[in-house]
């Protein structure tokens, strides 16, 4: 008899991949921590942003109403009563009708002003300052709510926070903020074929390649891989790999072994400490993978083949983790482009075809399975549904950028 359990579709299989992932932790971290994180909690403005009306150009503070129709060969004359200093708004007393100040670039706009003139437009005689364009209210001012309002929502709960974001957290007033704690996920290869990469193959050996790859992958997704070398073929082996791994880590990653060859111990092992709850994924490739659970800890036995693995990873591992983050904007980045050729495919399983990318246009990137090079010259892959026939060449697809 097979000891597959029954082949279940992708579909099912995130859905048991999500239901098993443990609930999100959380911690506090500061805004130049926070890029690649997941927001815990929504962001919202303490105060309004920037807070006082201020100048978006160097220039003048003044009142519009003074300036209109002026122009080159008529400029209006106003009075500059001084020097507005950045960050000390004290100086200068508020302006009068015919009166200006000299306002720096994020200098707030002084009481009676409601605009600012670039001084590129301006000529200084003495006191007076000749103003040769109308400006209108408003002009070159930010208004004191007009970047967020007070209680304004910044960011999402969930966000996968960026550099960019870690500025506006500061300027917001978050010093410190709540982000999901990075999920450990032990990894393991296993395989008596496989020897590290600091070692010469012998004959029949081949270099681990999944686990820098799975833990390089993880490390970009926001966790914290803890690498638990290469497991032999062997029962005592396995046992002692999972039982150092599954109580210190959120999430164990197995890669090879999850077959249905004699010698593959994955599932066994796992059904002897936990739950085997799939064996065997409609997917290509990857189909010979395991998700279980050794008590509340998820498991997985990722297929052997690197291309495979990171298919899987991507395919079935991603939406668990997303789930463990909190993260509600799992961004796979696409690309739209036109195929070159016919892609065939059978039904019944969801097929991933590695593909190169130029100028728009898809070229798939067939290969036996175990390649390496197709993983160096694609730039992604595109799906075929598990209910279609293959894709038709000049057809548009999503293709899924590595
Ligand atoms: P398995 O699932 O253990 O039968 O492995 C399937 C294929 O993947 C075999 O050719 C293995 O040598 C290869 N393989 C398994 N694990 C790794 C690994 N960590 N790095 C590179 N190749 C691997
Ligand atoms: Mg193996």
Redesign the pocket.
């Known amino acids: 008899m097979s000891r597959f359990l029954q082949i279940v579709t992708v579909t099912e299989a995130v859905r048991t991949a999500v239901r098993i992932a443990p609930a999100r932790a959380t911690e506090t971290v500061p805004p130049e921590e926070s890029a690649g994180r997941v927001l815990a909690t929504p962001v919202t403005a303490d105060s309004d942003i920037p807070g006082f009306d201020r100048a978006i150009v160097d220039g003048y503070a003044l009142r519009s109403s003074d300036t209109a129709g002026a122009g080159d060969s008529s400029p209006a004359l106003v009075r500059c009563t001084g020097r507005i200093a950045m960050g000390a708004p004290g100086g200068v007393p508020g302006l009068q009708a015919g009166e200006c100040a000299y306002l720096p670039t994020g200098g707030v706009l002084p009481q009676g002003a409601d605009a600012a003139v670039m001084k590129e437009y301006t000529e200084r005689a003495g006191d007076t300052i000749l103003v040769k364009r109308p400006v209108f209210s408003g002009e070159n001012i930010l208004r004191h709510d007009e970047d967020f309002r007070k209680g304004e929502t910044v960011f999402e709960e969930g966000r996968l926070l960026t550099p960019r974001d870690a500025g506006v957290l500061a300027a917001c007033g978050c010093a410190a903020v709540r982000v999901a704690k990075k999920p450990v996920v032990g990894v393991i290869?296993?395989?008596n074929?496989?020897v590290p990469a600091s070692a010469r193959p012998g004959p029949g050996q081949?270099?681990?390649?999944?686990?820098p790859m799975i833990a390089a992958w993880l490390s970009g997704y926001g966790c914290i891989p803890r690498l638990y070398g290469?497991v032999r073929?062997e029962r005592e082996s396995f046992e002692a790999a999972i039982a150092q791994a599954v109580p210190a880590c959120d999430l164990v990653l197995l890669?090879?072994?999850?077959?249905k060859?004699d010698r593959?111990m994955t599932a066994a092992v796992i059904a002897g400490r936990g739950k085997v709850l799939v064996h065997g994924i409609a997917i290509a490739p990857g189909k010979?993978t395991i998700i279980g659970t050794i008590g509340a800890t998820p498991i997985f036995g990722l297929?052997?083949?690197?291309a495979?693995?990171f298919v899987v990873l991507l395919a079935v591992v991603r939406p668990l983790l997303d789930t463990m983050l909190g993260r509600k904007e799992p961004r796979l980045r696409t690309a739209r482009a036109v195929l070159a050729e016919n892609i065939p495919s059978q039904r019944g399983r969801e097929e991933y075809v590695r593909v190169r990318v130029e100028d728009g246009i898809a070229y798939p990137l067939f290969g036996k399975s175990?390649l390496l090079n197709t993983l160096v010259r694609s730039d992604g892959l595109v799906c075929i549904p598990a209910g279609t026939e293959g894709l038709e060449k000049g057809s548009t697809v999503d293709v899924i950028l590595w």
């Not at 081949?206 to 686990?211: E, H, I, K, L, T």
């Not at 890669?255 to 077959?259: A, I, R, V």
Request: proline letters at 11%; a negative charge.
């Open positions: 290869s296993t395989g074929e496989l081949v270099r681990d390649a999944n686990a290469i073929d890669s090879g072994g999850s077959s060859d593959d010979p297929p052997g083949h690197p495979s693995a175990g």
